[in-house]
């Protein structure tokens, strides 16, 4: 594509003149390219050979009991704490042998409690979860010698292992008593929040693979549209004012942008939802507090240049994935400059984003398919715990020694499970 005419498409686009014929210009599907150096490469680190995880065998009332009672837990966006125990069953990173192993897995399933809506709740899990824990650590030498250092857990729910939906009441929880020293595994990635500990390693929510790929359109079809979004703009529910939902900024997005052409959105989810993510140049992604909106996943998939909305967010794998190469950060409060922002971009590093979109690699890290492939979001988990070995001689502690108070936490936490 020549530059000078995408150019003259953008100036077309700018006084939103001819819309549909400005963005057919825009961003035809490019070639891929690859980041040189660290960031490209380690998404395609084998983590085989690298550690070794024994995986904790629970009785079934804590995993499959729970699912089987719930098959709706199999698609649900935290569905990866399911997928990421059946995957390592299988995966060769699994020893037998718990004397040789580097990490720990415990598989509870904390987030398969779901309203009649399909909503998670979490009010069960930190029992659900002291109980697995009292049961590892009555049973196995492991986790006393660490008081969990060297276990990790998948904990997907909206702030992860403090397991509560509200913001207010899971700060005031805090992470688990139990969990802080262990390795948590979790889509929530804030900085500077209680929710999010140090070391943790964040990932994509669980987005259905076949489905996605059943809905592949020809990889040179033109992008049409230039900014797309579908979701809620308001918890009307919950949050009728918008201020707090998404922090204010899918309002925003509403408010300034629902009369503009250059912007395609709406709360109605269309049939075509994504094939239109595969005709559009940008697709919004507002994610408020947590990255665990699939629309992430989904951008990055069908090769939308994603706009992160989202201030302080730490995003899915991102030692590994070059976020700020691949997407356009727009603060929180410059969401009424969104259309200037956008249009300001140059088409050159348009271009760029969207062939390192093209990368297959950047795809399969947000993905969980079934079967796993490599390069896909659980070996990006397994080259996360890999890149913290060896573990520090720190963590080993005297026989006898507590450090965590294994009785703290709210009373009702303490009741058995
Ligand atoms: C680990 O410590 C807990 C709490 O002190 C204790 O109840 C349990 O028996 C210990 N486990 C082992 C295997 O000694
Ligand atoms: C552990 O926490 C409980 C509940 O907050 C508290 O009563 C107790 O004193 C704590 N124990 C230690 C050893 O700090």
């Known amino acids: 594509m020549e530059i000078r005419n995408w150019i003259f498409a953008l100036i077309l686009c700018h006084a939103a003149l001819v819309l549909t014929s400005c963005a057919v210009e825009l961003a035809r599907s490019p070639p891929t390219e690859r980041i040189s150096g660290s960031a490209g490469d380690v998404l395609e680190d084998d983590p085989v050979g690298r550690l070794k995880v024994f995986v904790y065998e629970l009785p079934s009332k804590y995993n499959k009991k729970i699912l089987q009672k719930d098959q709706r837990c199999l698609n649900h966006m935290f569905a990866a704490e399911i997928y990421m125990h059946r995957f390592l069953l299988s995966s060769p990173v699994r020893t037998l042998n718990p004397a040789e192993a580097d990490w720990f897995y415990t598989p509870v399933y904390t987030t398969c409690d779901l309203t009649p809506n399909g909503l998670p709740l979490p009010f069960k899990s930190p029992r659900m979860m002291r109980s697995a824990i009292q049961l590892i650590s009555s049973n196995w030498p492991y986790w006393n010698r660490t008081e969990g250092a060297d276990h990790f857990f998948v904990v997907p729910h909206d702030f992860g292992a403090c397991f509560h939906y509200q913001e207010e009441k899971a700060i005031e929880r805090g992470i ?44 040179r079809t033109p992008r049409a549209i230039f900014v797309y979004f579908r979701g809620l703009f308001y918890d009307v529910g919950n949050d009728p004012e918008g201020g707090y939902y998404a922090r204010g900024a899918r309002a925003a997005v509403w408010e300034n942008f629902k009369d503009n052409p250059l912007f395609d ?135 006898g020694e507590k450090v965590l108070n294994w009785t703290a936490g709210p009373l009702g936490d303490l009741k058995p499970w």
């Open 265 to 399: 959105i709406s709360t109605e989810h269309p049939t075509t939802y994504y094939e239109d993510m595969q005709r559009a140049v940008f697709c919004l992604c507002p994610l408020g507090w947590a990255p665990w909106s699939p629309r992430l996943v989904e951008a990055v998939v069908f090769g939308c240049i994603p706009v992160i909305i989202a201030d302080d967010i730490v995003l899915p794998f991102a030692d590994a994935i070059p976020w700020e190469e691949i997407g356009v950060f727009v603060d929180e409060k410059d969401v009424p400059n969104l259309d200037t922002i956008l249009t300001s971009i140059p088409p050159e590093i348009i271009l760029r984003k969207q062939r390192l979109l093209a990368n297959p690699s950047m795809k399969q890290a947000m993905l969980f398919p079934q079967p796993a492939q490599p390069g896909d979001a659980f070996h990006q988990v397994l080259n996360g715990l890999a890149r913290k070995l060896p573990h520090d001689k720190s963590i080993y502690l005297a026989p």
């Open 176 to 219: 688990l008593t139990m969990l802080r020293r262990a390795t948590l595994v979790q889509t929530f990635g804030q900085r500077n929040h209680v929710c999010l500990k140090e070391g943790s390693i964040t990932v994509p929510p669980y987005a259905p693979p076949q489905k996605m790929q059943s809905h592949l359109i020809p990889e």
